[in-house]
């Protein structure tokens, strides 16, 4: 079974009555109505929507016909319909983002490794619970929030300060955003145009399918190296310890944008008698 987006279909077309709905939630809340108002009406009618679904829906840039970049660069898709307009959607993005509105909304936990974090016994996540551990969602696996993070800020730190990842920093840097926006493009356009083909018969499924994994796998490399652009351009130069010093005083989402570069997951072993909690923990490097 192929997952899909709701309001589009598999190839990333729209789904018309789905898309309406969207559409209609969107226009309600712009008009003024609380979110909470559209989810009831959209549940009356048979939906299983929630404030949550319907607002992540709603916020992410699919629904405009783009996505971010690792380095939270929006960028067009060529491969996706959009169901809304930039306005409008950047209407709607500024009224979930109203301090106002979030006032009695429960705090969340910000985690430095949400969705990064696998066990070793099972290959699920690991999610954190309260302050004190992240537990795997499958079995009983857990070790202490604290040594994870803390062992995994110190391989981080020590990955990028190697030569090799200095190296690879320097290369994105003279590379240039720029150019690796334009690579984005020309593998958007190139996907643009494999569709056309296919669409007027010139292609069968078997040339688009293979096309679209060439241009996606190269869409995917330039959004790395932009990520890389934009992660050396702040710390190109630096000794290894202003690295330190950028890392202790950086918030929680440049660590996070900063790891998502580096790393691709941490595994964490089983406890086993004898073996520290830290040396149960390994990294999988991009």
């Not at 979030?102 to 690991?126: E, F, I, N």
């Not at 060439?214 to 310890?241: K, Q």
Request: glycine letters at 6%.
């Amino acid at each position: 079974m192929v997952s899909r987006a709701y309001g589009w279909d598999a190839d990333g077309h729209l789904i018309d009555d789905e898309a309406d709905i969207l559409r209609t939630a969107a226009a309600d809340i712009l008009d003024g109505r609380a979110v909470s108002q559209v989810v009831k009406d959209l549940r009356d009618r048979g939906g299983t929507w929630t404030v949550g679904t319907l607002t992540r829906a709603l916020r992410n840039p699919r629904i405009i016909g783009a996505t971010r970049t690792r380095a939270g660069d929006l960028v067009d898709r060529a491969d996706v319909d959009p169901i809304l307009d930039r306005d409008d959607w950047e209407r709607l993005t500024a009224i979930f983002d109203d301090p106002a509105r979030k006032r009695y909304a429960p705090k969340s936990r910000s985690s430095l490794l949400t969705g990064l974090v696998r066990c070793a016994r099972d290959d699920q996540t690991m999610v954190r619970r309260g302050e004190a551990e992240t537990r795997c969602t499958e079995c009983s696996s857990s070790i202490a929030t604290t040594i994870l993070e803390s062992e995994t800020a110190a391989a981080v730190l020590a990955r990028v300060a190697s030569p090799l990842w200095r190296a690879a920093l320097a290369g994105a840097l003279a590379e240039g955003g720029d150019r690796y926006r334009t690579q984005i493009a020309d593998a958007d356009q190139r996907m643009k145009v494999l569709a056309e083909s296919f669409g007027s018969g010139e292609a069968d499924r078997v040339a688009l399918d293979a096309g679209l994994a060439a241009a996606r796998e190269r869409r995917a490399r330039a959004e790395y190296g932009l990520a890389l652009a934009e992660v050396g351009r702040h710390l190109d130069g630096i000794s290894d310890e202003q690295l330190v010093e950028w890392w202790t005083a950086a918030s929680l989402q440049d660590r996070r944008a900063f790891i998502m570069v580096v790393l691709d997951r941490v595994v964490v072993a089983p406890k086993t008698r004898g073996v520290p909690p830290a040396d149960r923990v390994s990294f999988v490097w991009r």
